[in-house]
C-alpha cells in the first residue's frame, strides 16, 4: 500500500487514544515511533478525503462527507465519527503502511550491488557531508559537546557502516566509541560543536538512519579530549547483554514513558512510600553507576556488566512477580532489550521505560528524583545536574563521588577515593590491590598482561539475589 500523502484536515484533529493502540506504539523504539505515529496521521486523512463529496449549491462549492450511511457537515464531527466506529480499520491500515514504509527505508539504505563481474558497490564516501566551506580549525577548536545515540534498525552490511563511520569521524576530527552490527548502531563521540553537528546531520540524513531525529542525540559538555581515541568496530550486539539479537530483540520492548511521564509514575510512588508494594523502579545499570546516582527508592542491582542482567532476572524473578516495573539506564538503550528480557519471563503486570534514559531526564527535571552523578563511559566518568553525593570515600568514608582508575597497573577497577587518602597513598581499589602496587614497585619482575582479580571482584557475587523490603 503507497504511503497516502498529508491531508490539511489533520489540523485539530480529535484522535481516539486506546490504550491497546498507545502500549503498541510505545513499544517501538523512539525514531520508529515517530514514523508510526506519521503513518497513523496520513492514513487516517487519507481514509477521512475518501469519504469527503463536493457539491455546488447557490454558487459555492460545499463540502461534506458520507460515512456508515450518515452525511457531516463538519471538519470535526466526521474526525470523531471515524475515529470512534473505525478505530480499528485505521489501525490496521496504519501498519499496512509503516511495513511498507519500513521495507522502502531498508532497500534504500542498503549498497547497490550489481551482478555485472568487476563492478563496485556504491562509494560509502557518498554519505560524507562536504565540508570544504569549514576550516581545519573549526573542526578542531572551540567550545564542544559529547554525544550518546543508538538506532536499532536492521543492517545489511555492518562492515560498510562501520567503514562508513569511522572515515566520518576521522575527516570530522571526532573521538569516542561506536559500536554497528545487524541490529543497529550505538555511539558515544565527541568533538566541537561544529563537528558534532555536522555528524548529526550525516547521520540523520542516511538512508538506513533516516528514521533517526536531532532530538535521539543526547548531549552534554565536553568534546574530543574527553576520550583516548577513536574504537569503531563491529559487533553481534550494540550494546553487550549476551544473548541473540534474534532471540530476544529490541521489538519487543517495554512501554517508553517520555520524562514527563516517568516523572509521574516516580512521584506517585515516593506518595505511597512503604505502602506501594505493586511497582519496582529498576535501575538496569551496573553497581558503580548506580553507586554514585540513581532515583529514589529504586532497586539498583550489585552486578558488575550488563551481561549479568538476564542471569539476575532468571534468580530474582519473585521481585518481580505481578508486579508494574519502571526500569532506567544512562541514554535508554539498555532498556531496549532488557525490559523485552524482562517481559519474555511474562511473570510482570506491566514493564515500562524510560525514553532517553537518565540523561533525557535530567534535561528536564534537573532537580528531579535522580540524585547524585550520572556515569559516562568516556575519561569524565561522570556528570552532574544536581549537588547531592550518594556514595563515599572508599578508605575514609567521607562524602565523595568522582571515580579513578585503580592504581595498580592491569586491574581496570574504578576507585572513590578522596584527595586526603589519595594523599596518604590509598590509590588502590582495595587493599589487596594495594598492597600488590608496592610490591611491584620495589619489584622489577614482568607484571602480568591480563586483567587481574582482587577483593573486589572475588568478593561480589556475580548474580546477587535481592530481597525487596
Known amino acids: 500500500m503507497a504511503s497516502p500523502e498529508p491531508c490539511t484536515e489533520l489540523?485539530?484533529?480529535?484522535?481516539?487514544?486506546?490504550?491497546?493502540?498507545?502500549?503498541?506504539?510505545?513499544?517501538?523504539?523512539?525514531?520508529?515511533?515517530?514514523?508510526?505515529?506519521?503513518?497513523?496521521?496520513?492514513?487516517?486523512?487519507?481514509?477521512?478525503?475518501?469519504?469527503?463529496?463536493?457539491?455546488?449549491?447557490?454558487?459555492?462549492?460545499?463540502?461534506?462527507?458520507?460515512?456508515?450511511?450518515?452525511?457531516?457537515?463538519?471538519?470535526?464531527?466526521?474526525?470523531?465519527?471515524?475515529?470512534?466506529?473505525?478505530?480499528?480499520?485505521?489501525?490496521?491500515?496504519?501498519?499496512?503502511?509503516?511495513?511498507?514504509?519500513?521495507s522502502q527505508l531498508e532497500k534504500e539504505a542498503k549498497p547497490q550491488q550489481t551482478d555485472e563481474p568487476g563492478t563496485e558497490?556504491?562509494?560509502?564516501?557518498?554519505?560524507?557531508?562536504?565540508?570544504?566551506?569549514?576550516?581545519?580549525?573549526?573542526?578542531?577548536?572551540?567550545?564542544?559537546?559529547?554525544?550518546?545515540?543508538?538506532?536499532?534498525?536492521?543492517?545489511?552490511?555492518?562492515?560498510v557502516i562501520c567503514a562508513w563511520q569511522r572515515a566520518l569521524c576521522e575527516k570530522l576530527h571526532l573521538t569516542g566509541k561506536v559500536r554497528v552490527a545487524r541490529e543497529g548502531v550505538n555511539g558515544t563521540v565527541g568533538g566541537t560543536e561544529v563537528a558534532t553537528d555536522i555528524y548529526i546531520e550525516a547521520m540523520c540524513s542516511h538512508p538506513l538512519f533516516k528514521i533517526m531525529?536531532?532530538?535521539?542525540?543526547?548531549?552534554?559538555?565536553?568534546?574530543?579530549?574527553?576520550?583516548?581515541?577513536?574504537?569503531v568496530g563491529v559487533h553481534k550486539e550494540i550494546v553487550p547483554m549476551g544473548v541473540e539479537p534474534d532471540v530476544i530483540s529490541y521489538r519487543h520492548s517495554g512501554?517508553?514513558?517520555?520524562?514527563?511521564?516517568?516523572?509521574?509514575?516516580?512521584?506517585a510512588l515516593m506518595d505511597k512510600g512503604d505502602l506501594c508494594n505493586d511497582t519496582v523502579l529498576l535501575d538496569c545499570r551496573n553497581f558503580y553507576e548506580s553507586k554514585i546516582g540513581q532515583f529514589t527508592q529504586c532497586l539498583a542491582p550489585n552486578i558488575r556488566k550488563f551481561s549479568y542482567f538476564p542471569d539476575y532476572v532468571d534468580q530474582n524473578l519473585e521481585i518481580f512477580r505481578?508486579?508494574?516495573?519502571?526500569?532506567?539506564?544512562t541514554g535508554g538503550i539498555r532498556c531496549e532489550r532488557g525490559s523485552a528480557y524482562l517481559r519474555s519471563k511474562d511473570v510482570c503486570k506491566e514493564v515500562y521505560q524510560l525514553k532517553g534514559g537518565i540523561q533525557k531526564y535530567l534535561e528536564r527535571f534537573p532537580e528531579g528524583?535522580?540524585?547524585g552523578k550520572l556515569f559516562v563511559f568516556d575519561e569524565r566518568y561522570a556528570i552532574s545536574s544536581n549537588d547531592d553525593i550518594i556514595s563515599d570515600c572508599r578508605y575514609c568514608g567521607c562524602p565523595w563521588d568522582r571515580y579513578q582508575l585503580c592504581s595498580t597497573e592491569?586491574?581496570?577497577?574504578?576507585?572513590?577515593s578522596c584527595p586526603v587518602c589519595r594523599q596518604d597513598g590509598h590509590t588502590a581499589c582495595c587493599p589487596t590491590c594495594q598492597t600488590k602496587g608496592k610490591a611491584r614497585s620495589?619489584?622489577?619482575?614482568?607484571?602480568?598482561?591480563?586483567?587481574?582479580?582482587?577483593e573486589c571482584t572475588d568478593g561480589r557475587p556475580r548474580i546477587p539475589q535481592d530481597v525487596l523490603e
Not at 576550516?135 to 567550545?143: A, I, M, N, R, V
Not at 505481578?322 to 539506564?329: E, G, I
Not at 592491569?410 to 572513590?416: D, I
Open 369 to 371: 528524583f535522580y540524585r
Open 213 to 231: 531525529f536531532k532530538e535521539d542525540f543526547k548531549t552534554s559538555d565536553g568534546g574530543a579530549e574527553c576520550f583516548s581515541d577513536l574504537r
Open 442 to 454: 620495589r619489584e622489577s619482575s614482568t607484571v602480568p598482561q591480563h586483567k587481574e582479580e582482587c
Open 11 to 102: 489540523i485539530d484533529l480529535d484522535f481516539d487514544t486506546s490504550l491497546n493502540r498507545l502500549k503498541e506504539e510505545k513499544q517501538l523504539s523512539a525514531p520508529l515511533r515517530k514514523y508510526y505515529s506519521l503513518c497513523r496521521r496520513k492514513t487516517f486523512g487519507a481514509f477521512v478525503v475518501s469519504r469527503r463529496h463536493s457539491s455546488q449549491e447557490e454558487g459555492s462549492i460545499q463540502t461534506s462527507w458520507c460515512c456508515c450511511d450518515q452525511i457531516f457537515k463538519e471538519h470535526s464531527a466526521i474526525h470523531k465519527h471515524v475515529s470512534r466506529t473505525h478505530d480499528a480499520e485505521i489501525q490496521q491500515l496504519t501498519k499496512s503502511t509503516f511495513e511498507c514504509l519500513l
Open 121 to 159: 558497490p556504491v562509494d560509502m564516501f557518498a554519505w560524507i557531508p562536504d565540508i570544504s566551506h569549514i576550516s581545519d580549525e573549526q573542526l578542531k577548536k572551540g567550545p564542544g559537546k559529547v554525544l550518546l545515540y543508538y538506532c536499532y534498525c536492521h543492517v545489511e552490511d555492518p562492515h
Open 255 to 267: 512501554i517508553h514513558l517520555e520524562p514527563e511521564e516517568f516523572h509521574r509514575e516516580v512521584e
Open 410 to 416: 592491569f586491574c581496570c577497577q574504578l576507585v572513590l
Open 322 to 329: 505481578d508486579k508494574k516495573v519502571l526500569m532506567y539506564c
